[in-house]
């Protein structure tokens, strides 16, 4: 099975901080994504990467950066937390593009507020 | 653009009864389309999907069917349980180039016994 494993599952933090959230993947998958969920709003789209070191830009990515520096990782920053950011902050991974009836699988999750 | 709208929650339903999630596309092209579960303090977990026209997919009793004509993937099951209380999420993608899943808003489900 595949496991995509997020680093914390809540996180507390402070206005101003940055704050890294991480996640790992042990399928060796080209792609990750991170996500945002908020009650009505459903699942927001901030960055995926098709690649190490390859990122772009998704729905809402203001406020935000990622790092691919391995395969199996991508990272998260939050360069300077504002409260606005208080979330759900979900990962996936999945096979590359070709495989495109391949689905994304996810981490757990990250509750972080920020205060 | 490519979007999903779903049914909007929440649902409430006494054990056994039958349920219905509806969920409608926009897309270019002929999208694959997902059902997605996330359970209570969980991450979400594939529950079906279809990947062309008329294809049903299924898994624990849910089904989904492919309507090409009616843009439409409405999630069902038979008989609910209480274990089936979740957030359900319908999706599409591109078949085309490499691009991510795309959202509806949710359906919150809630089974009473």
């Known amino acids: 099975d595949v496991k995509v494993t997020q680093s914390s599952r809540y996180l507390v933090k402070r206005t101003g901080e940055k704050v890294f959230l991480e996640c790992v993947q042990d399928?060796?998958?080209?792609?990750m994504f991170w996500y945002r969920q908020d009650p009505g709003l459903g699942l927001r789209l901030i960055y995926f990467?098709?690649?190490?070191?390859?990122?772009e830009k998704g729905d809402i990515p203001e406020g935000y950066s990622v790092s691919r520096e391995k395969k199996e990782r991508f990272s998260l920053i939050l360069e300077s937390a504002s409260t606005n950011q208080t979330s759900m902050y979900l990962c996936a991974s999945s096979p590359p593009g070709q495989g495109f009836h391949q689905p994304q699988h996810f981490g757990d999750g990250t509750r972080l507020s920020i205060l | 653009g490519n979007s999903v709208t779903q049914m909007e929650g929440p649902v409430t339903l006494s054990e056994e009864a039958f349920l219905t999630i509806n969920c409608t596309y926009t897309?270019?092209?002929?999208?694959?389309l997902f059902w997605y579960v996330q359970y209570p303090g969980e991450g979400l977990q594939l529950l079906l999907k279809?990947?062309?026209?008329?294809d049903k997919g299924s898994n624990k009793g849910f089904e989904a069917t492919y309507r090409k004509e009616t843009t439409s993937f409405h999630l069902e099951k038979g008989s609910v349980q209480v274990s089936d209380s979740a957030v359900y999420f319908c999706?599409?993608?591109?078949?085309?180039?490499?691009?991510?899943?795309?959202f509806g808003k949710g359906t919150r489900l809630s089974v009473i016994a």
């Open positions: 279809a990947t062309k026209a008329d």
């Open positions: 399928m060796d998958h080209e792609n």
């Open positions: 897309a270019t092209g002929y999208p694959s």
């Open positions: 990467s098709y690649d190490v070191k390859m990122k």
């Open positions: 999706a599409l993608k591109r078949n085309s180039g490499n691009t991510p899943l795309v």
